[in-house]
């Protein structure tokens, strides 16, 4: 079964470093998103991505944060510089588009400790 | 904008009883999906199960089964027969059926732990 697969699983930084989260979403996926999770609380959107360009994005998605697809698999969601509060689970999902399915697919998520 | 609220930070229940978790939502939207997702302690967001705003029936999925009150914009989640492995945070969320970037919005998560 295809599946949404982000790497790496757990990632530690300092304090105002930049991080890159990748995530490979499913191949025939149109719509990719970024979520964010801070423990314990609920599930955030941050931003969504659809013909190369982004749809929308949270108020949370300020200009610290970055997306592109350079590739045409990878999805990438970037963090120039770090802050303590960035600290959450970030989970990647794709989604094939409401003509065809309207289930969104979550990768394992990605757990960014910043210290 | 579109909310959804849950209720229930927590809740536990025996194995082999049934459950219900609540969930309630603001949108005025007239086409929009509904979902119930599962996050076990391995953080992994699974989907439990969805229902199309536009479909009376509610929908079922083995022992996962929903109540979908449009009018009253509630939507619960019934667990028959708990299982151990039903242990795990459950969100609620919703999506507008179109014209948007089909993103979804969650509830804050009901904790639900079952019990042996």
């Known amino acids: 079964e295809p599946e949404v697969t982000q790497t790496p699983s757990h990632q530690v930084t300092q304090m105002g470093q930049e991080v890159i989260l990748r995530c490979v979403p499913i191949s025939n996926h149109l719509y990719f998103y970024w979520y964010r999770q801070i423990l314990g609380q609920k599930v955030e959107f941050l931003v969504s991505?659809?013909?190369?360009?982004?749809?929308?994005k949270s108020e949370i998605f300020d200009d610290q944060f970055s997306v592109e697809r350079p590739d045409g698999s990878n999805f990438t969601l970037k963090i120039r510089s770090t802050k303590l509060e960035d600290s959450a689970m970030y989970f990647c999902?794709?989604?094939?588009?409401?003509?065809?399915?309207?289930?969104?697919?979550f990768g394992q998520g990605t757990r960014l400790t910043v210290v | 904008a579109q909310t959804v609220t849950q209720s229930q930070p927590e809740m536990s229940v025996q194995e082999a009883e049934t459950v219900t978790l609540s969930c309630t939502y603001d949108?005025?939207?007239?086409?929009?999906?509904l979902f119930w997702y599962k996050q076990p302690p391995s953080r992994q967001m699974i989907l439990v199960i969805r229902q199309e705003a536009y479909k009376q029936q509610n929908a079922t999925e083995n022992r996962f089964s929903v109540n979908f009150q449009k009018a009253a914009k509630s939507f619960s989640l019934k667990i028959s027969d708990s299982q151990l492995g039903d242990t795990a945070m459950y969100f609620c969320?919703?999506?507008?059926?179109?014209?948007?970037?089909?993103?979804?919005?969650f509830g804050k998560g009901t904790k639900l732990t079952v019990n042996p």
């Open positions: 969320a919703f999506m507008k059926q179109e014209g948007g970037s089909e993103k979804l919005v």
């Open positions: 949108t005025s939207e007239n086409n929009y999906y």
């Open positions: 991505f659809y013909n190369n360009e982004i749809s929308e």
């Open positions: 999902a794709s989604l094939k588009g409401q003509k065809t399915s309207i289930e969104a697919f």
